[in-house]
């Protein structure tokens, strides 16, 4: 038996394999049933669940004073061209 002849029974027979592999999955796929229904619990899960209330927190006064930033000394060694 020549190598050529070993290699063309190799890929025979695995493209037998992958062929009927093929074929009885198509097969099974088509026979599954309908899923089952889900219980009460597990539509329970499913639900959103409610938003906690949220706590309003008290508005800063207009008149407060807020701090300027702080000044940055560094300037930025990127020009934005990724050089």
């Known amino acids: 038996m020549t190598p050529l002849m070993k290699t063309f029974l190799a ?3 695995i493209a037998l394999l992958v062929g009927g592999t ?7 796929h088509e026979e599954q049933q309908q899923p089952v229904p889900l219980t009460a619990e597990q539509k ?3 639900a959103p669940k409610p938003q906690p209330v ?3 927190q008290p508005q800063p006064k207009a008149d407060a004073e807020i701090p300027p930033p702080p000044v ?3 300037p930025d060694l990127e020009d934005g061209n990724g050089s």
């Open 11 to 13: 890929f025979c027979g």
């Open 22 to 28: 093929v074929s009885l999955r198509s097969r099974h």
């Open 44 to 46: 329970s899960e499913l």
């Open 54 to 56: 949220a706590v309003s």
């Open 72 to 74: 940055d000394d560094d």
